[in-house]
């Protein structure tokens, strides 16, 4: 126990210093700070040189180019502008990181939420298409996870008709489309496809992107679409009553 | 009879020389060993506080730090801090996680006293009056001096343990529970001994008293 104790200690005075106060807050190193003063409190953070997360150092993102940062910051901001600090602290939402080709196990996605640590890192060199709708998607993944008892997924399968299955998980298909269906068929884009999780983030993101006379002509249209539509209103009413879609 | 040789000029100048180098080396010497020597000390006494009753003096290796508490910013927080401070609590408790002109840390009162310090366990240690809530609602700038109370990685576990910054940082608003501002001497505080290869520290500094002006 004492030889333990020493080689603890060893390590611990051997260790070299990483005194940097964004990595004590969020454990995510390399990063600086790009805005912080803004009116719904988010603190924005960009990484200045490439880092690894995870475990497994599996999750994987490089450095922000100065050109790409501010035109991708200035969509990023608009987008989350429209959320209430107290919605984001209703989510628990604080830090944005702002960084390059971020991917998980090799392969690329758009951000990585993480509610515990406050934080959403988000690609800034994701498909252009579909960047803003897509930063939302990212927003209700903070949500759910948030707040995992108010989105049943059994409940929400039933939306669906009884032959409809969605795969295992979101990577283990190859419906990965971003397009929004002209034709909805009680889904919005392939993706929502995948599985429920990532159906409800389609929706929510939706509803965020489209304008209401959007939305309302999908909901005269599509009947599937119309119940998730009031699922997820109901599910945000209920984490925040002022919240306005 | 002897007879008496005198010193020629430059064995006069290398005796003069010789001289004034012990000088200087025994006057160095002193002025490193003494690490306080340039920093000044504040008499609480001779200062006049808008509020002294939300006065508290820690008194620190190098002499005396005021700390303004701010208890309509955290109620409960101040109030738990008064409580410790009151009872003396915080005396001879190490700064056990100092990190150079950036923080002080120090409220260990379990593990982190003089005569009890554990290195293995320094930091984890517990004040017996259980966690109170965060209090991260009110605005606050946490600029060079702030002090707030640590806590583990989630809100609402603060107790005893409380840190000074010795930087601006603004990224605590809303981390950290914040329960005053050093007033005068947060310079005394860049003199706690801290480690370059660690935030932890090995036979580190101790507060020698920490009390309320009234």
Same mark, same amino acid.
């Not at chain 1, 939306?159 to 032959?163: D, L, R």
């Not at chain 2, 003089?114 to 554990?118: E, G, P, V, Y």
């Not at chain 2, 320094?122 to 017996?128: D, L, R």
């Given at each position: 126990m004492n030889l333990f104790r020493a080689i603890l200690l060893l390590i611990i005075f051997i260790t070299p210093l990483r005194a940097n106060t964004i990595y004590n807050l969020i454990k995510i190193p390399n990063l600086k700070i790009y805005e912080i003063n803004t009116k719904n409190k988010l603190k924005y953070l960009y990484a200045i040189s490439s880092f690894r997360l995870g475990v497994q150092k599996n999750i994987v993102c490089l450095s922000s180019n100065k050109k790409d940062l501010e035109k991708k910051y200035k969509t990023i901001y608009k987008s989350l502008s429209r959320y209430s600090y107290d919605y984001l602290k209703k989510i628990n939402l604080k830090y944005i990181v702002l960084c390059e080709n971020l991917s998980i196990s090799g392969i690329n996605t758009a951000g990585i939420p993480d509610n515990i640590m406050k934080t959403l890192i988000l690609d800034i060199k994701f498909n252009e298409d579909y960047f803003e709708r897509v930063i939302h998607h990212e927003v209700f993944h903070i949500v759910n996870d948030q707040h995992k008892k108010l989105f049943n997924e059994s409940e929400w399968i039933k939306?669906?008709?009884?032959?409809f299955k969605y795969a295992k998980c979101s990577i283990c298909t190859e419906k990965l489309g971003l397009e929004t269906y002209k034709k909805t068929n009680g889904f919005f884009t392939e993706y929502s496809k995948s599985t429920a999780s990532e159906d409800m983030a389609e929706v929510y993101s939706h509803i965020i992107f489209l304008n209401t006379k959007e939305i309302n002509q999908i909901r005269k249209l599509d009947s599937i679409l119309d119940n998730k539509i009031s699922y997820i209103e109901n599910k945000i009413k209920k984490i925040d009553t002022s919240f306005n879609f | 009879m002897i007879k008496k040789i005198k010193a020629s000029t430059s064995e006069k100048i290398i005796l003069i020389f010789l001289v004034t180098l012990f000088i200087l080396t025994l006057g160095t010497y002193f002025v490193i060993k003494n690490e306080c020597l340039f920093v000044k000390n504040f008499d609480p006494k001779n200062i006049n506080f808008k509020n002294p009753k939300n006065i508290a003096i820690l008194n620190v290796p190098c002499g005396n730090v005021v700390i303004e508490l701010y208890p309509k910013v955290s109620p409960n927080g101040v109030k738990r801090f008064i409580t410790l401070i009151q009872s003396n609590?915080? @005396?001879?408790?190490?700064?056990h996680r100092v990190i150079k002109n950036r923080l002080v840390q120090a409220g260990d009162l379990e593990f982190g006293k003089?005569?009890?310090?554990?290195y293995g366990k320094?930091?984890?240690?517990?004040?017996?009056l259980g966690t109170i809530k965060s209090e991260i609602e009110n605005e606050f700038n946490y600029v060079k001096g702030s002090v707030g109370l640590a806590r583990t990685f989630?809100?609402?576990?603060? @107790?005893s343990q409380f840190f000074i910054i010795l930087q601006d940082e603004p990224l605590f608003e809303g981390e950290y529970t914040p329960v005053g501002k050093v007033i005068y001497g947060v310079e005394l505080l860049n003199k706690i001994k801290y480690q370059r290869h660690s935030e932890y520290i090995l036979r580190p500094d101790f507060i020698s008293t920490f009390r309320m002006l009234n």
């Open positions: 939306f669906n008709s009884s032959e | 609590a915080y @005396d001879d408790v190490a700064f003089k005569d009890f310090l554990d320094i930091g984890t240690g517990k004040s017996g989630k809100n609402d576990t603060e @107790d």
